[in-house]
């Protein structure tokens, strides 16, 4: 085949190609290719390279619903005697940051779940939960970021009497 009669099939996809594109809109462009990179807060978009967009975290408004979820620790958290928390204590104590509300652990370091507790709960035991669960975190380098603010409250308040 001669040379000219290669680049014609190109030149007519290229004419295709430029014709069609203008029609469709930027979103409908970018759309043909499936977004499989999690996009990177800070940088910039990369054209015809789409990525995923993580969903927005909801913030907890209470944290009772969710340390409710550590009630199998009660036994482990109040009793010496108890030396291994059991697997649901473990389940519920890590469901809580994947559920978007690690927050909540401020609750667990300031002892404010004592409320939920049958008994006073033992803080060395629960400083050493994260190790026994296999986290990878330590409530202890949560401590120092939990102010008296930062966390929505254990339950959230009632309604105003009503006169």
Do not use: W
Not at 96 to 121: E, F, K, T
């Amino acid at each position: 085949m001669a040379p000219a009669m290669r680049s014609q099939p190109m030149a007519m996809l290229v004419f295709i190609i430029a014709v069609t594109t203008p029609s469709l809109q930027p979103s409908a462009a970018f759309s043909l290719i499936p977004p499989i990179f999690p996009c990177i807060p800070g940088l910039p978009r990369i054209p015809l390279l789409p990525c995923v967009e993580p969903p927005p975290v909801k913030e907890p408004t209470e944290c009772r619903s969710h340390l409710m979820k550590m009630m199998p620790c009660a036994g482990y958290l109040t009793n010496s005697s108890v030396m291994v928390p059991p697997s649901t204590c473990c389940e519920g104590f890590s469901q809580i940051s994947n559920d978007g509300a690690a927050i909540c652990y401020c609750h667990v370091v300031n002892g404010d779940i004592g409320q939920l507790l049958p008994a006073p709960m033992n803080f060395a035991t629960m400083f050493s939960l994260t190790d026994k669960c296999s986290m990878s975190f330590s409530l202890e380098a949560l401590a120092q970021h939990c102010d008296g603010d930062g966390a929505p409250p254990m339950t959230l308040p009632g309604p105003p009497p009503s006169r």
